[in-house]
Nanobody
Framework: QVQLVESGGGSVQPGGSLRLSCAAS????????IGWFRQAPGKEREGVSC????????YHADSVKGRFTISRDNAKNTVYLEMNNLLPEDTAVYYC???????????????????????WGQGALVTVSS
């Protein structure tokens, strides 16, 4: 079964850290760029980070730059999102997704699509609150 499964969400206080995992099954993760997107209640989906397919370049939205780090472990077929110094405005459901390429403009991450496989994870809830 082709799927992405996120884990590692939870509740933390401001300034805390979490690491999200995005594990792939049924396909090879490094055949695709992988993006992390988030959606807070009542807000539009926002691109957070992306890691390239062949070059492994990483991109982070200005809103998380310096606090979040995306990485890939090909042996585990997993992509990670390390989140540090979390802020209340980081509260959202976080999704990982396959993409054909990373699209980064004006400090923002956009979903490109157009690849031969589009898979979204089920989402991981991150709550930052005191």
């Amino acid at each position: 079964q082709v799927q992405l499964v996120e884990s590692g969400g939870g509740s933390v206080q401001p300034g805390g850290s979490l690491r999200l995992s995005c594990a792939a099954s049924g396909f090879t993760l490094d055949d695709y760029a992988i993006g992390w997107f988030r959606q807070a209640p009542g807000k539009e989906r926002e691109g957070v980070s992306c890691i390239g397919r062949t070059d492994g370049n990483t991109y982070h939205a200005d809103s998380v730059k310096g606090r979040f780090t995306i990485s890939r472990d090909n042996a585990k077929n997993t992509v990670y999102l390390e989140m540090n110094n979390l802020l209340p405005e980081d509260t959202a459901v976080y999704y990982c997704v396959t993409d054909s390429t990373c699209t980064f403009h004006y400090g923002r991450i956009f979903y490109q699509g157009g690849g031969n496989l589009e898979v979204w994870g089920q989402g991981a809830l991150v709550t930052v609150s005191s």
